[in-house]
């Protein structure tokens, strides 16, 4: 057959996610082109010469860019086997349904992608785990088109994305990954890792960024791994995302972190305000994250924490505070704008739906939207979210440092509070972090630029 596997988006990596089934699928015998929306165009021409196209929905950003593409997809290729797949598909089954998607599959998909287009009998039951193998990158885009590491001394890393466990064993509440593993990871397995980062460092990558859902879910797996490329390529540096209360309970595995390369952690603090921590059921509180902050930077790793400003529990005044936390704890060269205007996204099957009350606060789910849409008891904070969110997109085009686009964001907070912002001084921004070239980020809205750019093309 021939196989089409389109990735709307991907945070700027080279899609595991294409890569993966790309090797399951030419190991029997199946054509497989790929597409790259995010370097690339959907091949609209040539549609029509697929039997089965597949799309992967890994993210928010990527399945908002999918559905705005689909109906045209579906009346270019009529032929075509349409499948969506990946963690955003269960939840938006009704709304890819109405748009023309024959089979939606999660993120554990390949058995079930196998036996959508082969014999049954020749596959695993699709209730078996999924046997992993090397991914097959042929025909994506040269590693050095993707999002960059970008050094402090101003050097520029090709990146390497590798992925070494899927899901994740908390049950944080906002979180998309919960209902559908719901407190579960599974390893994959090492010498699959180290193979792919063996084959991307070949094509040049000097730096891995984990994608893991959080890397020390299984500290002896991943330290097993961390151990092997050290081994071979003593001088290739990591990144990976760990959550605060790892750091904090693996405090001791820092300097060997740090030791094996590790230039960065991203860690999903999301807030400073310790109620909010509790609904989301963070398993931390803000005096951990000052913490982690410490830990990390003692151990010469720099923490990178990501976070959910908005929240129907959202003050103006607590806004500011998070504002004025980062201030404080130097964390403003470390953050990346976006994340200090992210809106709590409640996607179908939310385990915030399950806080009482929660569900009367917010609308019926929109299929536009993808989530179920909330409004703020106080006007004020969603007039802040909104001016917030242009600042950072404005900044983000006109190319406006951290510091200048934060202290834009500082200016809004206090002018919503009727106050006087107080200056912000050079040396309150912190250390200059290492950090990825892409500024978006997955639980983000797409801009209309995204949008258009994934819609056009030959
Ligand atoms: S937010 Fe992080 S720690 Fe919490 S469930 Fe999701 S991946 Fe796991």
């Given at each position: 057959m021939q196989i089409l596997l389109v990735s709307p988006y991907e945070l700027g990596r080279q899609p595991f996610s294409l890569a993966h089934p790309a090797a399951l699928l030419r190991s029997r015998g199946h054509g497989v082109v790929l597409a790259d929306l995010t370097l690339g165009s959907m091949p609209w021409e040539t549609l029509v010469q697929f039997d089965v196209i597949g799309i992967v929905l890994g993210m928010h950003t990527a399945t908002r860019i999918a559905t705005s593409l689909l109906p045209r997809i579906r009346a270019t290729a009529p032929q075509a086997k349409l499948v969506c797949y990946g963690l955003y598909g269960p939840p938006n089954t009704d709304t890819l349904r109405r748009l023309g998607v024959d089979h939606v599959l999660g993120p554990e998909f390949e058995n079930e992608l196998?036996?959508?287009?082969?014999?049954?009998?020749?596959?695993?039951?699709?209730?078996?785990?999924?046997?992993?193998?090397?991914?097959?990158?042929?025909?994506?885009?040269?590693?050095?088109?993707?999002?960059?590491?970008?050094?402090?001394?101003?050097?520029?890393?090709?990146?390497?994305?590798?992925?070494?466990?899927?899901?994740?064993?908390?049950?944080?509440?906002?979180?998309?990954?919960?209902?559908?593993?719901?407190?579960?990871?599974?390893?994959?397995?090492?010498?699959?890792?180290?193979?792919?980062?063996?084959?991307?460092?070949?094509?040049?990558?000097?730096?891995?960024?984990?994608?893991?859902?959080?890397?020390?879910?299984?500290?002896?797996?991943?330290?097993?791994?961390?151990?092997?490329?050290?081994?071979?390529?003593?001088?290739?540096?990591?990144?990976?995302?760990?959550?605060?209360?790892?750091?904090?309970?693996?405090?001791?595995?820092?300097?060997?972190?740090?030791?094996?390369?590790?230039?960065?952690?991203?860690?999903?603090?999301?807030?400073?305000?310790?109620?909010?921590?509790?609904?989301?059921?963070?398993?931390?509180?803000?005096?951990?994250?000052?913490?982690?902050?410490?830990?990390?930077?003692?151990?010469?790793?720099?923490?990178?924490?990501?976070?959910?400003?908005?929240?129907?529990?959202?003050?103006?005044?607590t806004y500011l505070e998070l504002l004025t936390q980062v201030r404080d704890l130097a964390l403003i060269n470390s953050v990346t704008p976006i994340q200090l205007v992210i809106r709590l996204l409640v996607p179908e099957g939310s385990y915030l739906l399950r806080i009482p009350g929660f569900r009367e606060r917010v609308g019926g789910f929109s299929g536009e939207m993808l989530g179920y849409p909330w409004t703020h008891a106080d006007p004020r904070v969603d007039a802040l979210q909104t001016l917030a969110q242009r600042w950072v997109e404005k900044s983000e085009t006109e190319g406006r440092g951290r510091l200048e686009t934060f202290n834009g964001l500082w200016s809004l907070a206090h002018e919503a509070l009727g106050r006087k912002a107080p200056t912000l001084k050079h040396e309150q921004a912190g250390p200059a972090s290492p950090h990825l070239s892409e500024p978006w980020y997955c639980c983000a809205e797409p801009t209309a630029a995204q949008l258009a750019d994934c819609a056009v093309g030959g």
């Open positions: 196998l036996r959508l287009l082969s014999n049954p009998e020749t596959v695993a039951d699709t209730a078996s785990r999924v046997r992993f193998v090397v991914p097959d990158r042929i025909g994506l885009p040269a590693l050095s088109r993707y999002a960059h590491l970008i050094v402090p001394d101003g050097e520029r890393k090709t990146v390497g994305f590798v992925e070494a466990s899927r899901g994740c064993k908390y049950l944080c509440r906002h979180c998309p990954i919960v209902p559908v593993y719901e407190g579960r990871f599974r390893a994959i397995p090492p010498e699959v890792v180290i193979a792919d980062a063996a084959q991307q460092i070949a094509q040049g990558a000097t730096h891995l960024s984990f994608g893991d859902p959080d890397f020390l879910n299984g500290p002896t797996h991943a330290l097993r791994i961390l151990e092997a490329v050290q081994e071979n390529w003593p001088t290739v540096t990591f990144d990976a995302t760990v959550k605060i209360s790892h750091i904090l309970a693996h405090k001791d595995l820092m300097p060997r972190l740090s030791k094996y390369g590790c230039l960065f952690l991203t860690s999903a603090a999301e807030s400073f305000d310790d109620t909010v921590l509790g609904l989301l059921d963070k398993g931390h509180t803000a005096q951990d994250i000052a913490w982690a902050v410490r830990i990390t930077r003692a151990s010469g790793i720099a923490l990178t924490p990501t976070f959910v400003p908005f929240t129907p529990w959202t003050t103006l005044e």
